[in-house]
């Protein structure tokens, strides 16, 4: 099964950029689709986006498009998640998971294994 570490959080002024890192390890990247989730306090958790086993196929959630930018590099067994304009409604908790099969979903209960999640604070 694939473990799946995050990071590259951190705290950054409304319109800045952060990029996070999803690094696998365990099994080959390539037999999975992953996701990129967050949650802030009091809220569900909410699908920002994901990636295709071989990166064909993406998909964003409305209130990131055109800011953010998902991305995986196989042979490094990493997935990206480029944050752009970043505003404080962006705040939250991110985490990747992973799940086998050939279409990518932006829905959490279909994915298998979760990393820890990294913590994400968009403020002045």
């Known amino acids: 099964q694939l473990q799946l570490v995050e990071s590259g959080g951190g705290l950054v002024q409304p319109g800045g950029s952060l990029r996070l890192s999803c690094a696998a390890s365990?099994?080959?990247?390539?037999?999975?689709?992953i996701g990129w989730f967050r949650q802030a306090p009091g809220k569900e958790r909410e699908g920002v986006s994901c990636?295709?086993?071989?990166?064909?196929?993406?998909s964003y959630a409305d209130s990131v498009k055109g800011r953010f930018t998902i991305s995986r590099d196989n042979a490094k067994n990493t997935v990206y998640l480029q944050m752009n304009s970043l505003k404080a409604e962006d705040t939250g908790v991110y985490y990747c998971?992973?799940?086998?099969?050939?279409?990518?979903?932006?829905?959490?209960?279909?994915?298998?294994?979760w990393g820890q999640g990294t913590q994400v604070t968009v403020s002045s």
């Open positions: 998971a992973s799940r086998r099969g050939y279409v990518c979903s932006r829905g959490a209960t279909e994915y298998d294994s």
């Open positions: 365990g099994s080959t990247l390539d037999y999975y689709n």
């Open positions: 990636i295709s086993r071989m990166g064909g196929s993406t």
